[in-house]
């Protein structure tokens, strides 16, 4: 874990904790299932916070208004500004700035759409309230299956190691894409036929601890495909 990472967990607890409708997704929900299963055996770090909006669609100002109310204490050290507005596909851009400097320290990407459901998941004693697992196999299964693979070679880690932490719900899934038109499964054309041009895609991925990283490439897809 690193000092950074620990940093956006302290965020999302005082996003959380301020009831704010905010759900978190991504590596750092991710991270934390994980945890609870107690995984070890492979690590991603992530730079980034992802989240949705949930609820009737706010101003931008509203949004950042929202997340400096929720840092609570951190609003001393810390303050957020909106660097990039929201739209049908395309979701908001916010950054957390230091105080005195201006220094960019957090960026963060969220979304307003709807979720199928959240749960509250812990970092040490901090409540994190975060999307549901299926959710997020769902986004990453969706860009695995397309030509988005090569962009996002990080979510076949996430894939292999939720894969081994949790029960796929395959109905959830589709479901999940029948209610988000703009997310669907595609055929894995790319995957199959391009295996080569992944590989090296993955193979220029940072900050990836794994003890059995030589083999977790070949054998990714068998964790859960067979569920498809």
Known sequence: MTAHEKLMYQVLGRISEADTPIVFKGALITKLILAESS???????TKDIDANWIGSPPSMSALV??????????????YAVAFREYEEKKSAGISILRNHTD????????????????RIYHYGET????????????????????RLIFRRAKDIVDVYALAHCVKIQTQEIFDIYKNNPGREVGTFDEFYSRRQDVEHAYNKLAGIEASHISRMFTHTFRSFLVHL
Do not use: C, H
Not at 39 to 45: E, G, K, M, P, S
């Open 65 to 78: 208004e929202t997340i400096n109310a929720s840092l609570g204490d951190l609003r001393r050290q810390f």
């Open 127 to 146: 409540e994190i309230r975060g999307v549901l697992a299926n959710e997020i196999l769902a986004d990453k299964i969706s860009v695995l299956s397309k």
């Open 39 to 45: 995984y070890t055996a492979l690590q991603r770090q």
């Open 103 to 118: 220094d960019e320290v957090i960026l963060m990407d969220i979304s307003v759409k709807p979720v199928i459901g959240s």
